[in-house]
């Protein structure tokens, strides 16, 4: 049922595992990203789908597995047969390249907007300011918050806030975008927008991972769902397919009860 | 040089006999302390103008001022008023007088978390103003400001070894005869430190289980 | 009991030399301890337990033994170790020890309080942990850390009296001396107890001019929004 992933994939995560204090949370975790590709991850809660973006940023080390970003080996590398454990220089210069969207945001209270975007291309790219400058600018207008750029996010509504977080993100010109619950934060109405705003940014190319509860952005963004249960990955495959012929019986009580509008958190 | 274990086991018996001296001195310290502040934290209650002033010059004055040099006024000073105490108890006097201002200020800080209706019920039942300070008011107010209560003693603790300088012989100058007598003043105050550590630890962990059983005893 | 002001009229060159060696040596010791405080508090959120285990016991130690303690330590173990320095010098380093383990309780208990997301946002984006405390973290606490830092620091000066029993001419020294020429303790220490005073009293005043200074510039977002402002930002209580 799975597709074959293209040659190189721009996510491959492999084997991974991660306990916290003796109890496993990711068990021998597979997936495969293709660029360009958008894959909701999606699972009843405590599966360990946040778990899995905070160790695909190397937030929480995973305990073994491998992650290559783009080829390239993140946080822990295979050597002829020998694992090498990457130090933190090694860990925080492939950072940049996966942009992460928490769902708290975490914008930074004490700097503007724009100081938001700019302050990391210019310490952690060491681009010239103006150049920094001019990037936030172009993402932050492009995102609809033009003439918000000197605001603090105290001052941004819900959604502004978002959009300044993804802005953040995107400065770093990252290849792939990870998003733990885009919509969970926010009000009802403005979760329309946001799906628009992913379905854009979809159409443009990037490379996205969205851990989700929203069955609509699953079945009509999403070029993948990737289905989580006990922490491993149980089922994935072509949205369309997953939604409408659950082969995985986890998977199919899982749609029933979202489909029925219980919470499934 | 090379540290002596020796030398620090050797001592460690005449030190652990003039610890029971800071021990004893900051057990009759702690008892004055907690009168004379909850018995300050009550007249300053009583909102009269003139003693609050008085006790405001007191409380910045304490405040602002090096425990060694209250302890000098103490000792040095007050003999030239007709006081003449004697260095362990103008010692004693002055850590207490120290430390009941910094408790009436914690009972201050603690008394604005008690809730006011509290106050007004026992009012509502005509309980005079003593029995609802000593009934109401104090026991939650020692519960409360326990954990600071704990670090005030800590503190009284440690400035028992100031008395040293007005020559009452406790750990530190134990301490210092004997190294005037060994030369090996290094391994000797490593000793006393010793000392001071094990008390204060004593002192935390029975905080901490008073703590507890308060906790306990609520829940 | 008189008071007899021209004991103060004759010595006051005396008060005056102590009262200066006090203030230098105390902000030495500050600007000594504060560094050693961050150093150690960042060192306190490392993931080696070792280092943390090293940590606490610095901390532990230097808070549960009498300053005077650390300090007769500091001046018979330098000695020990062949290091000699000035009275003065090994003083004010062991002030500095001292004050540090409160500071970096101080610095790791504000670190602490801000959400951890702050932290790891940063770190996504690619910061180092150091940048990421410059950048991200530093300049949230620092409001946070003045009203604590400030009254650490006027336990220091305090304390800096002991160090008139390793011979430092301290102002608390000086005291002395003119108490052992004079046979006069009264004038002696009255006029060491307002000089000690004074300088606290300058030093809070100075503490609240720089905290309301920060103030301004940290929580713009409280004080533009003035209902917040009716909760969270209290009058600052008078120190002194």
Known sequence: MTPTPPATPLLSVSALRKSFRGTPVLKDVYLDVAKGEVVALIGPSGCGKSTLLRCLTWLDPPDDGFILIDGQPFGRALVGDTVRRQGRREIDRLRPKIGMVFQQLHLWPHLSALENVVRPQVVVLKRPREEAVARAQDLLAGLGLGGLEDRFPYALSGGQKQRAAIARALAMDPALMLFDEPTSALDPELVGGVLQLLRRLAGEGMTMVVVTHEIGFAAHVADRIAFMDGGRIVEDGPARQVMEAPADPRLAAFLDLIRSGRPAA | ?219 | MTFDPAILADYWPLFLQGAWLTVRICAVAFIVGYSIGILVALAALVPSRIVRALVGAYVGLLRSVPFIIILFLVYYGLPFAGIRFPAYVTGTLALALFASAYYAEIVRGAILSLPRGQFESARTVGMSPLQAMRHVVFPQILRGLVPPSVNMTLTMIKESAVLSSITVAELTYQSLVVQGNTFAPFEAFAAVTLIYWAITVVVARLAAILEARTGTAEREDVERNALAASFLTLEAPKRR
């Not at chain 2, 057990?27 to 300050?40: D, E, H, N």
């Not at chain 2, 290094?186 to 000793?191: A, I």
Request: with cysteine; net charge positive; charged share 10%.
């Open chain 2, 1 to 219: 040089m090379t540290f002596q274990f020796a030398t620090l086991l050797s001592v460690m018996p005449a030190l652990s006999q003039a610890a029971l001296v800071n021990l004893r001195l900051a057990a009759i310290i702690v008892v004055l302390a907690v009168l004379g502040g909850t018995l300050l934290t009550i007249l300053r209650a009583m909102k009269i103008r003139p003693v609050n002033a008085a006790i405001a010059v007191l409380i910045s004055f304490i405040r602002g001022t090096p425990l060694l040099i209250q302890i000098f006024l103490f000792f040095y000073v007050a003999p030239a008023f007709g006081l003449d105490l004697g260095p362990e108890t103008a010692g004693v006097t002055a850590i207490a007088l120290n430390s009941s201002i910094f408790i009436t200020e914690m009972m201050r800080g603690g008394l604005q978390s008690i809730p006011p209706g509290q106050i007004e019920a026992g009012c509502a039942l005509a309980l005079p103003r003593r029995v609802i300070w000593r009934s109401i008011v104090l026991p939650q107010l020692f519960r409360r400001i326990l954990p600071a209560l704990v670090g005030e003693i800590t503190i009284v603790v440690k400035g028992t070894a100031l008395l040293s300088v007005i020559t009452v012989v406790d750990v530190l100058r134990t301490a210092q005869q004997i190294a005037s007598s060994t030369y090996r003043p290094f391994e000797t105050l490593v000793g006393a430190a010793l000392c001071f550590l094990a008390i204060n630890l004593a002192v935390m962990a029975a905080g901490r289980l008073i703590e507890s059983r308060g906790a306990d005893a609520r829940s």
